[in-house]
């Protein structure tokens, strides 16, 4: 493996092991190639994650596309859970969508993660970007941002059986179930969201804004990066406390 491999997939330390440079050094090359950063701060050290653009899964998508692969967020969420020189990640989405299995790979993580996360929806947080939204501990909003709830769709050649409409079905009940499970949203709700029509030009589903998000239970609250950041780092010194007790 190259040292440039190691630095990318690596455990996101807030100093650079490999090539021995300083924390903002090894930072900046962390935010220019994923988009990701360590924040030391005496309150906690937070790992920023960044999704944006689409989620892209099995199928790699053209170069000139902003996208997320999924293969470095699933690397870096091992080492965030792993590194105790991070307490808590925040996760900043802007993204339309993608691959579902991908995302919902992603999300089945960050949810599973034991250590304090709170996202942040800015923009968009599109179809398959809604259950990564609500897979943190604490989700926030902006008020301007909007979110796409719609049923799973597949481009290409498809075959026309009836086991292939099941295999969607199932794909749809895994989100469905997902969402419902990490937010405050009924399933029964999320999927007249899902299926209503009037919203979206030649499809069906809900767009969201802000305060709708919230109002339906999807979101936990409007807020922008002050409030996000001062969430997580209230679940940061909570965790400290259990910590302190469960010590003495």
Do not use: W
Not at 189 to 201: D, I, P, V, Y
Not at 203 to 231: H, P, W
């Amino acid at each position: 493996m190259s040292q440039e491999n190691k630095v990318t997939y690596g455990n996101p330390p807030l100093k650079d092991e490999v090539h021995g440079e300083n924390e903002n050094t090894g930072g900046m090359e962390r935010l220019k190639e994923l988009g990701s950063s360590t924040v030391s701060n005496p309150k906690g050290n937070i790992h920023c994650l960044t999704i944006i653009g689409q989620i892209e899964g099995h199928i790699v998508l053209p170069p000139q596309n902003k996208t997320t692969k999924y293969e470095h967020v699933i690397p870096q969420l091992v080492a965030i859970e792993e590194s105790e020189e991070i307490d808590g990640l925040m996760l900043i989405l802007n993204t339309v969508g993608g691959d579902v299995e991908a995302g919902l790979a992603i999300a089945e993580m960050i949810a599973s993660m034991s250590k304090p996360t709170v996202s942040l929806v800015l923009g968009g947080g599109h179809s398959i970007g809604v259950p990564m939204a609500v897979a943190t501990n604490y989700s926030f909003i902006a008020p301007s941002a909007t979110m796409t709830i719609h049923p799973i769709r597949l481009n290409g050649l498809i075959v026309g059986i009836p086991q292939t409409y099941e295999y969607f079905d199932k794909m749809q009940e895994r989100v469905v179930q997902f969402v419902s499970k990490n937010s405050n949203i009924s399933k029964e709700r999320f999927r007249e969201l899902m299926l209503k029509t009037g919203e979206l030009a030649n499809d069906v589903g809900t767009v969201l804004f802000g305060e709708e998000a919230v109002k339906y239970g999807l979101i936990n609250e409007v807020g922008g990066l002050a409030e996000s950041l001062r969430k997580l780092y209230d679940f940061i010194k909570e965790n400290r406390e259990k910590k302190k007790v469960q010590t003495h």
